[in-house]
């Protein structure tokens, strides 16, 4: 799923981005009445590869249409290996079924040809997290701001991994605060400006 989350952080989030995995979102947790999600960035490229045997589109993920285009791009995947557009736009499918293993496996096939796609590294980081693996999620994170300095979605996600899975505080109002330093406008899906949040967070620190 292309990274496209509804614009929020800075002119960075798109609807489907929306850091809630574009067609889905991702609810990572509360913090004083405030939902905050992982965000997926909008389509962009590489998929991963294919898991082997007959391809399985999971009942009622994906309407007709993206059934039909999920099964053409396994089967184009499958005969030119290196077009990167379709192992993304295979892991969009994926990552739209909950198939976050595949849409792994598609995304890293993707990166291993085009490697500096911040959008795709953040939706792989998306997927890590979908997976339990925080520690991969924020890896891709960091390589997504390797890869655009600039890339509010993927500084965002990094900052709420930190938080709700790994439980650093620290850590994350620290990311929070480098996007803040780069994009004073910087604001969460709901409209909450990141330097607001990172006051919360402070402010309950305190009391």
Known sequence: MASQPEQSPAGGFKKE??????????????????????????????????????????????????????????????????????????????????????AITAYNKSLALAPNNADVLTDLGVMYRRVGKPQEAIASFDRAIQANNKHDTSRFNKGIVLLYDLKDQPGAIAAWQELVNLNPMATAPNGQMVSEIIKEIQDKKLN
């Open 17 to 102: 981005t929306v850091f809630l995995i574009g067609l889905g979102c991702l609810i990572i947790g509360f913090l004083s009445g405030i939902v905050f999600s992982v965000y997926k960035m909008p389509a962009g490229s590489g998929s991963a590869q294919v898991a082997g045997g007959q391809p399985q589109v999971q009942p009622g993920k994906l309407n007709p249409d993206q059934a039909k285009k999920l099964l053409q791009l396994e089967l184009e995947v499958q005969k030119n290996p290196e077009n990167v557009e379709a192992w993304t736009n295979l892991g969009h499918l994926y990552f739209d079924s909950d198939q976050a293993e595949k």
